[in-house]
């Protein structure tokens, strides 16, 4: 074992990782890379992967950013669906660690790493030169630079997980390289992190639309450090073509908290309940997050309970609205103390409007009511 790496469990795998980054407050990027508290989302992975595992294409899955193999081992270890796990990474020490866990877990025969460039990496394809079955980019920063290479190492049928740590960038604090790699606006505002995410699969469908490729998203999730969404891939032209039936805007009034989706972009629309300026938040993806039944999948395999927290509001989650309401928003224009959110739920369901929860913030809902309709409903 290398100088200062420890044996640590997640999981069912055993990994070897920087014993620095088990104590240190913000985990050190030497001699490795490793994240504890990344925890939740690779446990989510796994839940995601297995769910999809026997119907992929091809029995295959790709680490681009694989550091000391946390990921990558977790697969070849905890799903033995996957038959070929190859993991990447452009740090030698990283990867040293990861090859000898890879003997610890007893899975070095179906593990391949390598110390490349992620696009060389992607671009190389497994053992045969073929194009994978699942694909994962989990990089520092934003995973714009690499969207196409990712999308050009996965196979029809397959699957693309994706990460984004430029949370800043996305959730509107500097919008102007937002607009450069995503393509659209944010909106620096009370739901930024499900703009963040709308941008982020805006991103991916538009450009997969060029490659004459589309994707549906199957889960995404979100937390303070970064955004995360599963996608399939398919080969389509004629779905490729449909890709704007799933692109448009989000327009919200900053003076009275209206909101809405809308296909079309004019410039100088004014808000319809108090006739201010309305700012626009895209183009980005407007159609769903969440595929049910593959949530079902995630949920059928007895996560635990911070998962499992996750994966019931995504269930429920209503996908016609691609924004949602804080609580305390509501409470602070109603001047009374905080509703709770299960409780305004209940109201506006039984006013006859569509209400959930969503799982992007536990303080906040969605409904199809607007906010003086939310209002009205509450005021009752
Ligand atoms: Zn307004």
Redesign the pocket.
Same mark, same amino acid.
């Given at each position: 074992m290398a100088v200062g790496f420890v044996k640590a469990v997640e999981g069912r795998t055993t990994l070897l990782v920087p014993e620095l980054s088990l104590t240190a407050k913000v985990p050190p990027k030497t001699p490795a890379f490793f994240n504890p508290a990344a925890r939740l989302n690779r446990d989510l992975s796994m839940l995601a992967y297995r769910a999809i595992a026997l119907s992929l294409p091809a029995k295959t899955f790709a680490d681009s950013f694989a550091g000391v193999g946390a990921r990558a081992l977790r697969v070849a270890t905890e799903i033995p669906e996957i038959e070929q796990v190859y993991g990447n990474d452009i740090n030698s020490i990283a990867i040293e660690a990861a090859k000898e866990a890879a003997g610890l877990n007893s899975v070095s025969e179906k593990c391949h790493f390598s110390i490349d460039e992620v696009c060389k990496f992607l671009l190389h394809g497994d053992a045969e030169g073929e194009r994978f079955g699942i694909v994962d980019l989990d990089p520092f920063g934003t995973p714009a630079r690499h969207i196409d290479c990712v999308l050009r190492a996965v196979l029809d049928g397959g699957l693309v997980s994706i990460t984004a740590t430029d949370t800043a960038v996305l959730c509107g604090v500097y919008p102007e390289v937002c607009v450069r790699r995503y393509y659209g606006r944010p909106l620096n505002n009370d739901y930024g992190n499900e703009v963040a995410l709308r941008l982020l699969l805006s991103l991916l469908a538009l450009t997969a639309s060029r490659l004459e490729l589309a994707i549906r998203p199957v889960f995404v999730h979100a937390t303070m450090h970064y955004l995360r969404v599963y996608a399939t891939v398919s080969v389509s032209s004629s779905e490729a073509n449909d890709v704007y039936s799933n692109i448009g805007y989000i327009m919200h009034?900053f003076?009275?908290?209206?909101r809405f989706a809308s296909k079309e972009y004019d410039g100088k629309s004014k !808000?319809e309940? !108090?006739k201010?300026g309305l700012r626009v938040g895209g183009q980005l993806w407007t159609g769903p997050f969440h595929d049910k039944e593959f949530v079902k999948k995630m949920l059928a395999q007895n996560p635990d309970t911070r998962c499992k927290k996750v994966l019931d509001a995504s269930l429920e989650e209503i996908s016609e609205v691609p924004y949602y309401f804080k609580a305390d928003e509501i409470s602070s224009k109603l001047k009374t103390n905080p509703h709770s959110v299960q409780k305004i739920i209940e109201k506006l369901q039984s006013a006859g409007f569509a209400a959930s929860r969503t799982p992007l913030n536990t303080s906040a809902f969605k409904t199809d009511a607007n906010i003086i309709q939310i209002l009205d409903v509450l005021r009752k």
């Open positions: 009034c003076n009275c908290g209206h !808000c309940l !108090c201010t």
